[in-house]
């Protein structure tokens, strides 16, 4: 789900795709071993958390190879006609990018299967006795699937990716790497300071260290800077209410929850998001995996728990440690 104004800061080229270097050094030599063979690439089925580089990568990966690529979002593919004409205009050799693969129809994955498999599709036409099957040849195409939520994949569909490649967490020297390049896109100065500050506070995740980046040039803007000095990144994020880690008023929110309300855990994710008055799926998906990460939370058979950390953090006591 990028965000519009992000399309400029995306890289296009493999050089300007900035850490993940081992899946980068394991999708190098797939590229490599069936651009050698004359063959298309293998279905890549990629995951992780919002925002890591999955669908930048799927562009890179069309950008490098010289592919035609095809988005689709799992959604918008209701039907099995709408997975029939994606599927029959593709060009041999393309990619077709389903991001969201978790969100696709159930009677849709399964035309993927052969589709996947032999890069055939299997029309079933009419309805009862009357009915009849068609075989459809396709291209030869690669999928490249992106999701958030790799459990929800039934284990068929995962099955038939060649290879499932998971995005992390960025190195702060990364994003380090990242924010100077976007702000040579942004044509505004970064002050090494600032970049570090930003850095830290970005959650390790290009996407938001990028929209940090336009937020606190927003402030230099305002003071008619051209710099973004610490004292502005500083300024910025007080007035956003960004602390140290990056965490804001929401993620502080769910650890000051689980440690006075919950008495420092164990909570069930729908007990916390209920205290919190937030979707179970945003403490899941949004708030949870970075506080995890960073060690503030950890995530017990019965549920969630605050970490010593959790309460340094807070600036609070810790009751008694040999019962965290
Ligand atoms: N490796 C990278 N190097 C430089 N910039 C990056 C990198 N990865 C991502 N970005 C920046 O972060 C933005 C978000 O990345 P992207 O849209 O690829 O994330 P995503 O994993 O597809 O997220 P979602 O799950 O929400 O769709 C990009 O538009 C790009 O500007
Ligand atoms: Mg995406």
Not at 64 to 73: L, R, Y
Not at 97 to 115: G, N, P, Q, W
Not at 154 to 164: C, E, I, K, Q, V
């Amino acid at each position: 789900m990028a965000s519009l104004p992000d399309t400029n800061l995306r890289p296009k080229t493999w050089s300007e795709y900035v850490g993940q270097e081992q899946l980068k050094g394991n999708l190098d030599v797939i590229i490599k071993a069936a651009r050698k063979r004359g063959e298309p690439l293998e279905h890549l089925l990629f995951y992780g958390n919002s925002g890591l580089g999955k669908t930048t990568m799927a562009h890179v990966i069309a950008n490098e190879t010289g592919a035609k690529v095809t988005t689709c979002a799992g959604p918008q593919l209701e039907r099995v006609g709408d997975i029939a004409s994606l599927l029959t205009n593709l060009e041999e050799g393309s990619i077709l990018f389903l991001d969201e693969c978790h969100r696709i129809h159930k009677s849709v994955t399964e035309m993927l299967y052969s589709a996947m498999e032999d890069y055939t599709l299997h029309l079933v036409i009419g309805k009862g006795p009357m009915a009849r099957t068609m075989d459809i040849q396709l291209p030869r195409f690669t999928l490249i699937g992106a999701t958030t939520k790799l459990q929800l994949l039934s284990s068929p569909f995962r099955n038939r990716f060649g290879a499932t490649f998971q995005f992390n967490f960025y190195e702060l020297q990364h994003i380090e790497q990242i924010l100077e390049r976007s702000s040579g896109i942004l044509a505004v100065q970064l002050d090494p300071v600032a970049r570090r500050q930003i850095a830290e506070r970005s959650r390790l995740t290009p996407r938001v260290a990028n929209r940090l980046l336009k937020r606190v040039r927003d402030f230099a803007t305002i003071k008619g800077s051209s710099i973004i000095t610490p004292e502005i990144t500083e300024h910025a994020f007080a007035f956003l209410g960004i602390d140290k880690l990056g965490l804001e008023k929401g993620d502080r929110k769910i650890l000051s929850t689980i440690v006075t309300r919950f008495r420092g855990g164990p909570v069930g994710a729908q007990s916390l998001a209920a205290a919190c008055s937030e979707e179970e799926e945003a403490v899941l998906e949004v708030y949870e995996p970075f506080l995890i990460q960073q060690g503030l939370i950890e995530r017990t058979q019965r549920g969630r728990v605050a970490t010593p950390s959790a309460y340094r953090h807070l600036g609070l006591k810790l009751p008694n440690p040999e019962l965290i």
